[in-house]
């Protein structure tokens, strides 16, 4: 393997274990469809060379596995990027018109991982989210509970790394999020070097949707999670899909995959932020 090769799978390793959780699967507006008891075992066979990962679903009613997928594998997609500590994202590299597009961001904490799947259809249309909240058998780590607009208000100070999808050398910055609330509206401005970004969004109970550019909405979830989508995928148009995880009340985590205006994955961004509290 070559170096960027081989430390990409060095962090995969972060995620070996025994997960246990469940699937939830959500319309676009975050209405529950269904939850299905999981339990996802990773691996590391011949000195970690090879990584076994085996999916089981269960029935919520009887307990018995009602569905079972074995992979192995010993390379990695250059669709997925993983950080250090194991957090990752794996999806589309490119977007087309008329095609299925998404991609899944996943976030690991000691003995809790978080992962949302964010689903396109052939009309370019959000269609399904998928959030997997799972813990390490064996472990009592508590989920944390749903994300509300009060929790987001604040001055949040962060520090990023953005991996390339051309494996081109990683970028280290700091940021700044100041996030108001005045009525039904949510304000916030992004500051981080050559960018300053100010938007707006309404609020509609767990749903805050913003219109700046293209309609974009960002859907609080169980678990401290975050869902950052567009509605729509704009054409023509760089756009980007985030999910965030609060995971603890002053510290939070976003994960952000970037696409360019012919719609080409190009980054993916980990965003590990501290509220200022005074």
């Known amino acids: 393997m070559t170096q960027p090769t081989r430390s990409q799978w060095n962090s995969l390793l972060c ?25 996802v075992t990773l691996e590391g066979l011949n000195q970690n060379q090879t990584v076994r990962q085996v999916v089981r679903h269960f029935s919520a009613e009887t307990g018995e596995v009602v569905q079972e997928k074995v992979l192995e594998y010993s390379s990695l997609s250059r669709s997925t990027l993983f950080f ?13 018109p008329f095609s299925q597009f998404g991609a899944e961001l996943g976030f690991i904490q000691g003995d809790r991982r978080l992962r949302l799947v964010q689903l396109f259809d052939t009309h370019s249309n959000l269609s399904s989210l998928t959030l997997i ?10 989920e944390r509970p749903a994300l509300t607009v009060e929790q987001l208000v604040g001055e949040w100070v962060g520090e990023a790394i953005t991996l390339y999808a051309d494996w081109r050398s990683p970028d280290h910055y700091t940021t700044r999020l100041l996030v108001q609330k005045q009525g039904d509206r949510l304000h916030q401005k992004l ?14 109970q767990n749903l805050l949707l913003f219109q700046e550019t293209h309609p974009t909405q960002v859907l609080l979830l169980s678990d401290g999670a975050s869902s950052n989508t567009p509605l729509t995928v704009p054409r023509g148009k760089p756009f980007f899909l985030e999910a965030g995880w609060l995971v603890q009340s002053d510290l939070r985590q976003r994960l952000i995959r970037s696409y360019d205006l012919q719609g080409g994955w190009v980054s993916l961004t980990l965003v590990t932020e501290h509220k200022n509290v005074s």
């Not at 246990?20 to 999981?38: N, W």
């Not at 250090?84 to 087309?96: H, N, R, T, V």
């Not at 050559?194 to 309404?202: D, G």
């Open 191 to 204: 500051t981080a070097p050559n960018l300053e970004l100010a938007s707006t969004a309404q609020i509609q």
């Open 84 to 96: 250090e500590e194991g957090a990752f994202s794996q999806g589309s590299i490119q977007f087309a």
């Open 133 to 142: 909240r799972e813990h390490r058998a064996g472990t009592d780590a508590a």
């Open 15 to 39: 995620n070996l274990g025994d997960w246990r959780g469940s699937f939830t699967r959500l319309s676009p507006q975050g209405v529950l469809k269904e939850d299905i008891p999981t339990q």
